[in-house]
């Protein structure tokens, strides 16, 4: 299924490429040397000359190499093809917040415990934490601290580079002002900031292993069993020949696929910076195990607060959620468009202040600069509940609109563009992929745009999703508000409502997550499929199965 767009033939621009080359060495270390110029530029300082350096040299630059790397160059395997555009169309992205329209060193900083010692310009940058007990899984907790900013370091310093480096390799931007809220999965053991390294490792090592005899199951499903459907080839059956069951076990596979690979690398990483960490007494998020939480938040999360705005916005993986918001919501929907501003909660707006301001508010309280107040200590993120909102006060936390109609449309108007963005670089993908499988056919745009009605079809569903939310607990304040009273022991923000409408409520919100998922899901499954993501013809590698080998007879698949 395409989008029905006019039929604008790509073809005679595409054919000016040169032709497409076998990654090489010069290409990772042009890739690799790319990634290392962008963190040796962020260590300079964002004014006067250097400003105008990063925006009219290094960002074309940066682009220029990400653009050459996703067009020009062709990997051995269709599905890294796919993903490692994906990745660098993400990158660019990322170069247009920080290099362009929103520059870090204004826009983000760390957030950090009061009683953590900040680096001094001749230190190497790394924060060292009181060191604890490893040998126990279980240390003692301490008492909630408060999170302040910590300062930009002076540029052309370690701790100005190890800042630079923590800033583009923390996509999730964990311990950064730029990260969402975390579930409850990913602020235990071992994920604190006392939980040992070796017990992080061992917890990983674990998840690798399930994840790959999951991975490898669903693959030999994808290769053996639905090898037809997902053959990438002219004769391949078709998304709407396949019975209900063949829909839903190939979407799965699908789902699969994306999220183990996006897991195994995240696992993979995480051990080995944990392991640096600890060889030289890093405690800081990337070299530290409370800077790896779960990749993705389990599905305990979802059944408590079911929903697709639960699915989207804590859920899934968050890799690019700060430059969609930032450029998607905020530049354009906000900045362009001059939409209403909205989503405090997750808006940057949060300065970093001078060392002597954080010095001189010595009682424990938090600044006005951060109302976020307390936070766990096993995590430099506002976790503990928000106060009360004041109505006299004029602290950020006090600015809560009444969602209007008006202010629904225009969340609508700024999700589409959001999940739109999205959409986009995923695209990027199936150029790149159209380009290795499908270059000497006739392409159109409608052919490059497989993944993108999925992206933009989710906006609807969650306006929908917040209109039902929004009466319903209307309906439930007026008619029953003693539901809405805190039941002693119960916890939770359920209160006094009956165990039975519990229970309904989050089974609905359940069902309704899934099916909408299962019912978009064509697009994105139908998409890489006919795009050859998962070719296995033409002389392609063969890998050992597990699965494949206990359930079909083929070992290599």
Request: hydrophobic residues 40%.
């Amino acid at each position: 299924m395409t989008l029905h767009l006019p039929r604008i033939p790509l073809s005679p621009v595409l054919a000016k490429l040169p032709p497409l080359h076998l990654k090489n060495p010069t290409d990772y270390n042009l890739a690799f040397g790319t990634l290392g110029l962008i963190i040796l530029v962020l260590t300079a300082p964002h004014t006067g000359g250097w400003r105008l350096f990063r925006l009219g040299v290094i960002a074309p630059l940066c682009i220029g190499v990400f653009g050459y790397l996703i067009l020009c160059t062709e990997d051995e395997h269709d599905f890294n093809q796919w993903g490692v555009a994906t990745l660098m169309s993400s990158f660019i992205m990322r170069i247009l917040e920080f290099f362009i329209f929103f520059p870090p060193e204004k826009n983000c900083h760390r957030l950090v415990p009061r009683s953590q010692v900040h680096p001094s310009p001749s230190s190497n940058g790394h924060l060292h934490a009181t060191k604890t007990d490893s040998s126990t899984h279980q240390p003692k907790k301490t008492d909630d601290e408060v999170l302040i900013p910590e300062p930009i370091p002076p540029p052309f310093t370690l701790a100005k580079f190890y800042w630079s480096f923590s800033l583009w390799f923390s996509y999730r931007g964990i311990g950064w002002n730029t990260t969402c809220p975390l579930s409850a999965s990913s602020r235990q053991h071992p994920y604190l900031r006392q939980s040992s390294r070796k017990h992080f490792v061992f917890v990983q090592m674990r998840k690798w292993i399930i994840s790959y005899l999951v991975d490898d199951l669903f693959r030999s499903i994808r290769n053996i069993y639905s090898a037809q459907f997902f053959s990438g080839l002219p004769d391949a059956i078709p998304y709407t020949h396949l019975s209900q069951f063949g829909r839903g076990l190939n979407s799965t596979a699908v789902v699969v696929r994306i999220y183990f690979g996006l897991v195994n690398s995240h696992i993979a990483m995480s051990i080995i910076c944990v392991i640096i960490g600890g060889i030289l007494g890093w405690e800081t998020e990337m070299f530290a195990p409370w800077g790896w939480p779960p990749l993705f938040e389990d599905l305990g999360e979802l059944w408590n607060y079911p929903g697709l705005s639960t699915l989207w916005s804590r859920t899934w993986q968050g890799y690019n959620r700060r430059w969609l918001y930032v450029l998607g919501w905020i530049g354009i929907g906000e900045n362009i468009l001059g939409l209403t501003h909205t989503g405090i909660s997750s808006h940057p707006t949060i300065p970093p202040v001078p060392k002597s301001q954080m010095s001189s508010n010595g009682n424990g309280a938090s600044s006005p600069s951060n109302p976020s107040g307390q936070i766990t200590p096993s995590h430099p993120l506002p976790t503990s509940p928000l106060p009360p909102i004041n109505p006299h006060s004029n602290s950020p936390r006090s600015i809560r609109r009444k969602m209007s109609t008006r202010l629904m449309v225009q969340n609508l108007i700024k999700s589409f563009i959001t999940f739109l963005l999205s959409g986009l670089i995923h695209d990027v993908g199936s150029l790149a992929l159209i380009l290795k499988n499908h270059r000497h056919q006739e392409i159109f745009l409608s052919d490059v745009l497989r993944l993108t009605p999925f992206f933009v079809v989710q906006p609807f569903a969650l306006a929908f999703e917040a209109l039902i939310k929004t009466y319903w607990r209307t309906w439930k304040a007026n008619h029953h508000p003693t539901w809405s009273k805190h039941r002693e022991g119960r916890g939770g923000d359920r209160g006094n409502e009956p165990e039975w409408l519990v229970l309904t409520e989050r089974l609905a919100g359940f069902i309704w997550t899934w099916t909408w998922l299962g019912c978009t899901a064509r697009f994105f499954v139908e998409g890489t499929a006919q795009l050859g993501a998962y070719r296995r013809d033409g002389g392609r590698e063969l890998f050992w199965s597990f699965w494949g080998g206990v359930i079909w007879g083929k070992w290599y698949i």
